[in-house]
Each structure stands twice: as structure tokens, then as C-alpha cells.
């Protein structure tokens, strides 16, 4: 079974601080991860996925996430937040089948200027 | 860009009705999806659909649940009975289907917020 944990539900950060959200997944087949970002009222967005092409994955707005095996993580990183990144971020996993996807607890960012 | 969309985005509803929750998912797209999301707690899976048949279904999908492609371009779930606890923001989306099933992308709709009195 597959499984993601995202440690710590609200990360605050200054302004062109570096971001960091807390990935570990568990999966008894070679994981395919997915960042999702949510902002207030809206639906989910992918910031980017791993598929085991790279794992230093770039996804949008800036935003990259590194796989490690031996960790089993896949943290978010972004060097300097903006505002606009203000918002929930939700990792997740792919079953073993592909049908559906297991989502994390997912971490709200806020940006303090 | 194609986008998944999804009607009404908010359905107030007494306890016991009926309710209908419709999406339109990327139209190229073989597979379609709902999830929920109480508030406050993570995304759930509820059901896939392919082919005109459900693929998979979670323990939250019980005989209250169903889900149809009426049409080309639709994809409905229904709720029977509404019951309080299934006041939820619930997620429709689709994959291609086109780069493997595992790491296929989902994507999702803005939701509609589900409110049962």
C-alpha cells in the first residue's frame, strides 16, 4: 500500500526566505509522487511529479522538489517565497494500479513580509 | 489551457435528498475521478471511472453513491440520501491516460462545496 506523511501542517516563512515542505512516502512499488497546490476557493494544481526520469524534479512557480530513496522523501523547495505562495500544499502518491492518488495532510504556507 | 470544470460550486441540500454534482473533464481524456475533502482534513478518493465502468472504489463509496457518464462530455456523481457528514468539498478529476497509468497526472476541478442541513 501506498502512503505520504507531510510533517507539519503550518510552515510560516519571511518574504525571500527559502520554502521547505515535508514529504516521506511510503510505497511497496517504485513511488510516482505529486505536488499539488491548493489557494483559498480553488481547486488543485500540480506544481510538479516525479516519475523516475530525474530525481530533481522543476515544477512552476518557481518551485522543485528532490526524491531520495533512501529517505524516502520528496520535500518542496522554493530559494525565496513570494506572497502569492501563500497557500495549502498537498503531496501525494500514486496507487499501485494508477487509479487513484493518496494524499497527504498537507502543509498551509504563510508568507510573512 | 484545458481545464476540468465543475457545476454548481456551492449545492446546499437538506438531509435525505437527493443531490447531483456534475463535472466536464479535459475533453481528450480516458479517466475520470472524485475525491472529497471535509474541511480540515486531507483529500479523499471516492471512485474512478473508465471505459464506462467504475475501475475502483473506497470504502467511503457505498450503495449511497453512484457515478455516470450520461453523455460525451459529462461526468456526474450522485448522492442519494445526504447525510451531515457528507458536507464536503468534493473534486472531480481526469488523466489522459496517455503516459502510464501510475504517473499519469490528475487533474482536478475547483470543486463544488457540498453543504447538508
Known amino acids: 500500500a501506498q502512503s505520504v506523511t507531510q510533517l507539519g501542517s503550518h510552515v510560516s516563512v519571511s518574504e525571500g526566505a527559502l520554502v521547505l515542505l515535508r514529504c516521506n512516502y511510503s510505497s511497496s512499488v517504485p513511488p510516482y509522487l505529486f505536488w499539488y497546490v491548493q489557494y483559498p476557493n480553488q481547486g488543485l494544481q500540480l506544481l510538479l511529479k516525479y516519475t523516475s526520469a530525474a530525481t530533481l524534479v522543476k515544477g512552476i512557480n518557481g518551485f522543485e522538489a528532490e526524491f531520495k530513496k533512501s529517505e524516502t522523501s520528496f520535500h518542496l523547495t522554493k530559494p525565496s517565497a513570494h506572497m502569492s505562495d501563500a497557500a495549502e500544499y498537498f503531496c501525494a502518491v500514486s496507487s499501485n494500479t494508477g487509479n487513484q492518488f493518496y494524499f497527504g495532510t498537507g502543509t498551509s504556507l504563510t508568507v510573512i513580509p | ?117
Open chain 2, 1 to 117: 489551457e484545458p481545464e476540468v470544470t465543475q457545476t454548481p460550486s456551492h449545492q446546499v441540500t437538506q438531509m435525505g435528498q437527493e443531490v447531483i454534482l456534475r463535472c466536464v473533464p479535459i475533453s481528450n481524456h480516458l479517466y475520470f475521478y472524485w475525491y472529497r475533502q471535509i474541511l480540515g482534513q486531507k483529500v479523499e478518493f471516492l471512485v474512478s471511472f473508465y471505459n464506462n465502468e467504475i475501475s475502483e472504489k473506497s470504502e467511503i463509496f457505498d450503495d449511497q453513491f453512484s457515478v455516470e457518464r450520461p453523455d460525451g462530455s459529462n461526468f456526474t456523481l450522485k448522492i442519494r440520501s445526504t447525510k451531515l457528514e457528507d458536507s464536503a468539498m468534493y473534486f472531480c478529476a481526469s488523466s489522459g491516460g496517455t503516459s502510464g497509468r501510475r504517473s499519469d497526472t490528475q487533474y482536478f476541478g475547483p470543486g463544488t462545496r457540498l453543504t447538508v442541513l
